[in-house]
């Protein structure tokens, strides 16, 4: 399998699109996204989450979702999040998460989506997903979008 796809990831009836990053065994799976502009008020916000035909507790033992920003010779991590809805019935949905940027306001970065294998190393059925990633502002992020109507602050 390959270790970056894209497609459509459907979870309890929610379809979005999904960046499928599936982790080697001995080593974190990376993609990375260079010479990202951050805006003033930046949050970068997605999901994560498992290919729900993933979810048997005899197929493996979760991932571990990791986000880096580097600016120059920096490379921080600024999310870390272990799921395992194999055997975690609550994690069986679209973990959403938001990660505040301002620390890079007007700075050009590398971003970096990772996984890496559970805590047992058990790469096997680990069908990584990242849910519609994306970069918005603070503006952008009070903007509700609900079938067909789109409505924005006063």
Do not use: C, Q
Request: glycine share 10%.
């Amino acid at each position: 399998m390959a270790p970056l796809l894209a497609g459509i990831g459907t979870i309890n009836g929610e379809s979005r699109n999904v960046l499928f990053e599936h982790p080697f065994s001995d080593r974190k799976s990376l993609i990375r996204f260079s010479n990202i502009s951050i805006p003033e008020g930046a949050i970068l916000k997605f999901g994560i989450a498992l290919d729900p035909s993933t979810w048997d507790p005899k197929k493996g033992d979760g991932v571990l979702f990791e986000v880096y920003v580097k600016k120059g010779d920096i490379e921080r991590i600024v999310f870390s999040k272990y799921i395992d809805p194999k055997h975690n019935v609550s994690e069986r949905r679209w973990n959403d998460f938001e990660v505040d940027l301002s620390d890079y306001r007007g700075s050009h970065v590398t971003l970096t989506l990772a996984t890496s294998p559970g805590p047992r190393g058990d790469a096997n059925w680990d069908w990584a997903w990242w849910g519609e990633p994306m970069i918005v502002t603070n503006a952008e992020r009070n903007i509700k979008i609900k079938g067909a109507s789109r409505s924005e602050g006063p």
